[in-house]
């Protein structure tokens, strides 16, 4: 026979707080201009440039053109321009933080370590480089690291998908840089996509450069086939990101205008001869 209920725990019962039943008149619930405005706020799409990049980030590439750490340093250069664009009274003029760049030795074998002389000029002389034995010792330098408020931003290169790098790991890391403010961009080689806290995911493949203009056979600008396919306040969407002058840009598609924008103009090259011609000039 059923125990029968008393009328005082009957009622303990109805009044417990149910998460998911709706209050009528409650503040959780969203009205339709309120919903509008959030679809249309995840609907932005990304650009270079913007204030509120988030500070974990996610690149997967391959190991054989280093397109991975090239599209890192490109968006940690991006973010780092904003960041001193940005009015501070509390910070210096110039920003001389270091920046830490730690890899896994499986990354070094198979990518190479950062070159010296082909690290942006304002970065040469600020690089810290930590070279861990085992993704666990890369995990925990990346962590320490991100503690370090005088960092300006962390750089990490890791092999596939090891054990250690789980989602409490990943949370772990997301965690720090929020609570110290230090932007991780953490290259992922030969990796899958697997469960991860980072709020912004990349694929990232080499891209053709422009060709110069005056010398086809010349290296041209990095450019980067990237997607970004997780973010949480951003749309998915696919871009041609180029490093061009210093300066990360992205267009949908490579058009020929552009490739001609990106060359230097004639005006560079030759002196304005003001009504005379360039025979007269030679010879003044």
């Not at 053109?65 to 664009?85: I, K, N, P, T």
């Not at 750089?155 to 932007?183: M, Q």
């Not at 697997?194 to 041209?220: K, V």
Request: aromatic fraction near 4%; hydrophobic fraction near 40%; include cysteine.
């Amino acid at each position: 026979m059923p125990k029968s209920v008393s009328s005082s725990g009957a009622k303990a019962l109805h009044n417990f707080p149910v998460p998911s039943r709706p209050r009528p008149g409650g503040s959780a619930r969203l009205s339709a201009s309120d919903i509008a405005a959030l679809s249309q706020a995840r609907e932005a799409r990304w650009r270079p440039g913007l204030t509120d990049q988030p500070l974990h980030s996610e690149i997967f590439a391959s190991t054989g053109d280093a397109s991975g750490a090239g599209v890192a340093l490109a968006l940690a250069r991006d973010a780092l321009r904003v960041a001193e664009a940005v009015e501070d009274p509390l910070t210096e003029a110039e920003d001389r933080r270091q920046v830490l760049w730690v890899q896994e030795s499986r990354a070094i074998a198979r990518s190479g370590r950062p070159y010296h002389h082909g690290l942006p000029r304002e970065l040469r002389h600020r690089l810290i480089h930590v070279e861990a034995k085992t993704p666990e010792d890369a995990l925990f330098a990346l962590e320490e690291g991100l503690r370090c408020r005088d960092l300006a931003c962390v750089i990490g290169e890791i092999v596939g998908n090891p054990r250690a790098l789980d989602f409490t790991a990943s949370r772990r890391l997301s965690l720090a840089a929020e609570k110290h403010g230090v932007p991780l961009w953490l290259v992922r080689l030969e990796a899958e996509a697997d469960l991860s806290s980072a709020r912004m995911r990349w694929r990232i493949e080499a891209a053709p450069s422009t060709r110069p203009r005056w010398n086809a056979d010349a290296p041209g600008a990095p450019a980067w086939q990237a997607e970004l396919f997780r973010a949480r306040s951003h749309a998915p969407g696919k871009w041609i990101l180029s490093n061009d002058d210093g300066r990360l840009s992205a267009r949908k598609s490579p058009p020929r205008s552009a490739a001609n924008a990106a060359t230097p103009d004639s005006r560079d090259l030759v002196r304005a001869t003001v009504g005379r011609s360039l025979a007269a000039c030679a010879r003044a």
